[in-house]
């Protein structure tokens, strides 16, 4: 599948099948998430692999209440912790180098770009769960204070094929030399 047919596939997903990841395809997923862009390739995103039942469960904790992906992290084979090492991206002498501040979010965020397309490629489902109580997440993950825990992503084969949501037209989001035009 080329990048453009999984960038048109790609949905959320809630519901997963019982069924493994195989060890290759879960480095395959993870490793075009390493490949991803970051500023001044400082790399500063991290990311941790959370396969054991009981631990995913635990996890559940840090969701908000009647969060709709708290099923995924029973059924997913795998959750997924993404978190960024503060003070690395878009710093220098750990200053940030521009208004915006901290750009590790930012550089997160291209990396689960393209571990949710690498998934979809591979046929798995992924759902970008944000919704949740991050010092939680923190604290059950023993995340130090240098790194920031930002969302979970459960990874697995969906169950369904999921629901294409609307998608705005190119003329709302497109502006041409100027904004608003």
């Known amino acids: 599948m080329d990048v453009h047919e999984a960038i048109q596939k790609r949905r959320s997903i809630r519901q997963y099948q019982d069924r493994p990841i195989p060890p290759d395809v879960l480095t395959r997923v993870l490793e075009a998430a390493r490949r991803a862009p970051s500023w001044a390739n400082v790399q500063s995103a991290r ?3 959370v396969t054991d039942p009981q631990r995913r469960q635990e996890l559940t904790a840090a969701l908000s209440p009647r969060n709709p992906a ?5 059924q ?3 959750v997924l912790a993404l978190c960024f090492v503060k003070g690395q991206s878009g710093c220098y002498q ?3 180098r521009t208004s915006l501040g901290d750009w590790g979010l930012f ?10 397309l690498a998934a979809t ?3 798995l489902g992924t759902v970008h769960v944000g ?6 997440a ?3 993950l023993q995340i130090p204070d240098s790194v920031q825990f930002i969302e979970f992503i459960p990874l697995g084969y969906p169950a369904d094929e999921g629901r294409a949501t609307p998608r705005k037209e190119l003329g709302e989001i497109i502006s041409r030399e100027k904004y608003g035009s």
Not at 70 to 74: D, L, V
């Open 76 to 78: 997913a084979p795998v």
């Open 107 to 116: 550089d997160a965020g291209l990396a689960a770009a393209n571990l949710t």
């Open 70 to 74: 708290t099923a995924a992290f029973a």
């Open 94 to 96: 750990g200053q940030p």
């Open 138 to 140: 923190a604290r059950i």
């Open 121 to 123: 490629a591979e046929g």
């Open 47 to 49: 990311w941790i692999v």
């Open 131 to 136: 919704a949740t109580n991050i010092e939680t």
